[in-house]
């Protein structure tokens, strides 16, 4: 018995570790950059496959005589799924939203700060000068040209110390249904243009500062995150990079990705080039007024001649099965397939199988019953409680032959109390003689354990939870935690990081502690360990599980509340067969007394 205790233990333990794993696998914290490694390949380096080297030449003002300055203006996009808007300020995007997804309100994907944003805009100059900052875009407005409801183009001109003038235009072209679009930059040089090299870059297209939706924590356990990937889909099954950037330590990628991301817990941003050469640049650069930063930038490398066109597709929306799948079967209106976008969503490790079939499931109880994520996962964990009652039923008849087998456990280990091989060659022999397993008692824990680690996965990244609704005015959405009460002037706990006062939580530690009293047995209401793994393991995954998306805790507990019912009806069930089984036994031999063994008259 106290051998399963410290295993039970040690799985309980195993919880917890696995938590703080999942954490840190979905959060990783950020890599310091060595203090005297100097960085092998400088920022803005141009590729060996790219054009030859180019001498460096600065951009000069815009060259747009007075009367014909242009005004600054907004102009606005609107499909039936997102709304951007633009300014001929930079030519570059203030606004996107995405329309119909956040129960009628739009979510905004440009974050900014005291400072506008640069999604979009053109630099000019080192691609190390622009991710730092130090050269950033003209701000002379530039001539629009609206093509059609869906089509705009922003053009200015340039010039260079030498009197080299070129023009620059920047034209999007967005499709219905889409959340992809694509941008096309065009440089066209008078005759005294016959090469583009600024800094070591044509140009660079900037993305900054922050993709949305707003959050309040970066790298929370619940909260928003900021990851940057890379796609190589000539990759063996295409590869996924996560990307280690840090404030300090920005990352140049110059293998020429596919394409690359940051990908948010719901929401990405996708960028791919259609241009023979190019370099992706990801930046954490501060920005006065906003928490966190998440840069891209895609350089150019120099080039050769007077006119070049090149077309990039970005994809801001969703980071959801449904969305990005149209990019692997051609179902979009670039007829675009096998583009790789679907590995944003999808589920990783040696779990992701399980995790898939969960979420299968949960849509399925949510489209069968009335449509409300919280009594779709009630009735997902009905589901598998059901599938592992086999192995609940097992698991209970073996606790009760332990029972039965315990005074004989105990006769072996107090006989060879000094001599631990022996005891356990005895152990060994025994269980082997009575066809028993010690462990068939741990099973369905073992059995669990990989399903709750899928089902904190799946309500941490299920876009379809995104904002699920269970109970109003309390559980508002399943994938955040719930609240009874906010503490005032942005409060917080010390040490714990507590914002608010929660309710599942407790309810998560009664439903644990008055399990562990049903599933008690009678030899073990004496047993300190078991005290303990009755009183106390609940006290501390109260504190792990405080800032947990809410509809886990929707599961645990109704995971405890089914088992609890479960075991009293498999204790009826054991009851009756024990007594069933009494009375079906032969009654025990009558003792032989020996002859002469009465008691004998006394003699007179």
């Known amino acids: 018995m106290e051998k399963r205790t410290i295993l039970a233990v040690v799985l309980s333990m195993g919880v917890m570790v696995a938590f703080m794993l999942i954490q840190n696998a979905m959060n990783p914290p950020p890599a310091q950059p060595p203090q005297q490694a100097a960085p092998q390949t400088p920022v803005g380096t141009v590729p060996e496959t790219s054009a030859p080297l180019l001498p460096a030449t600065p951009v000069a003002e815009t060259v747009i005589p007075a009367e014909e300055a242009v005004p600054l203006q907004e102009v ?140 309040t924590k970066l790298a929370g356990r619940h909260e928003e995150f900021r990851n940057f990937q890379t796609f190589d ?22 293998s020429q990705p596919s394409w690359a991301a940051i990908a948010g817990k719901y929401f990405t941003l996708v960028a791919m080039p259609l241009t023979p050469q190019y370099i992706f640049g990801f930046s954490m650069r501060s920005e006065s007024g906003l928490s966190d930063a998440s840069r891209m930038y895609i350089s150019r490398p120099p080039l050769v001649g007077a006119r070049h066109e090149d077309r990039f597709r970005f994809y801001i929306g969703p980071k959801n099965h449904q969305n990005l799948t149209r990019y692997e079967r051609g179902d979009n209106a670039f007829a675009l397939r096998d583009a790789g976008l679907i590995e944003l969503s999808a589920s990783r490790g040696f779990l992701a199988p399980l995790e898939k079939g969960l979420k299968w499931l949960l849509s399925f109880f949510y489209n069968s019953t009335i449509r409300n994520y919280g009594i779709a996962i009630i009735f997902l964990t009905i589901f598998v409680k059901i599938i592992l009652f086999p192995l609940t039923k097992k698991a209970s008849e073996g606790t009760m ?68 609704m269970f109970i109003p005015g309390w559980i508002d959405d399943l994938s955040v935690p719930e609240s009874i009460v906010d503490f005032p002037n942005g409060f917080t706990v010390p040490f714990l990081g507590w914002t608010a006062l929660r309710l599942l939580p407790f309810i998560y530690v009664a439903s644990q502690m008055l399990y562990g009293k049903v599933v008690q047995t009678p030899d073990q209401k004496g047993n300190q360990m078991m005290k303990y793994m009755l009183y106390v393991m609940p006290l501390v995954f109260f504190f792990v599980l405080y800032n947990m998306p809410s509809g886990l805790l929707v599961y645990w507990i109704m995971s405890n509340i089914l088992t609890m019912v479960q075991q009293v009806s498999i204790n009826k069930y054991m009851a009756r067969k024990k007594a069933a089984a009494a009375l079906a036994a032969p009654p025990p031999p009558k003792p032989i007394i020996a002859p002469g063994g009465g008691k004998r008259k006394k003699r007179k």
């Open 76 to 215: 606005i996009i609107e499909t039936d799924v997102v709304r951007a808007v633009f300014s001929n300020a930079l030519g570059d995007i203030v606004s996107f939203q995405l329309l119909g997804l956040d129960r009628g309100h739009p979510v905004e994907m440009i974050l900014s700060g005291n400072e506008p944003p640069q999604a979009f805009a053109v630099a000019f100059g080192s691609l190390d000068d622009v991710m730092a900052g130090r050269i950033r875009p003209e701000s002379r407005n530039f001539r629009v040209n609206r093509v059609s409801s869906y089509i705009v183009e922003f053009s200015r001109e340039f010039v260079m110390p030498e009197g080299g003038m070129f023009t620059m235009t920047k034209r999007y072209e967005f499709q219905p249904g889409e959340y992809m679009f694509e941008m096309t930059i065009a440089l066209e040089g008078n005759q005294a243009v016959h090469y583009f090299n600024f800094g070591g870059a044509a140009y660079t297209i900037i993305f900054g500062p922050q993709i949305g939706p707003a959050f």
């Open 401 to 468: 032959r332990m029972q039965a087998l315990a005074p004989k456990i105990k006769e072996i280990q107090e006989r060879n109390k000094g001599n631990p091989q022996k005891m356990n060659a005895e152990m060994g022999e025994f269980y082997r003689r009575e066809k028993y397993n010690p462990l068939s008692g741990c099973l369905p824990m073992l059995i669990q354990l990989p399903i709750f680690i899928a089902m904190f996965n799946m309500f941490n990244t299920h876009f379809e939870l995104r904002g699920a």
């Open 233 to 254: 889909r000539g990759a063996k099954r295409g590869r996924l990079k996560t990307e280690r950037v840090t404030e300090r330590a920005p990352a140049l990628i110059t």
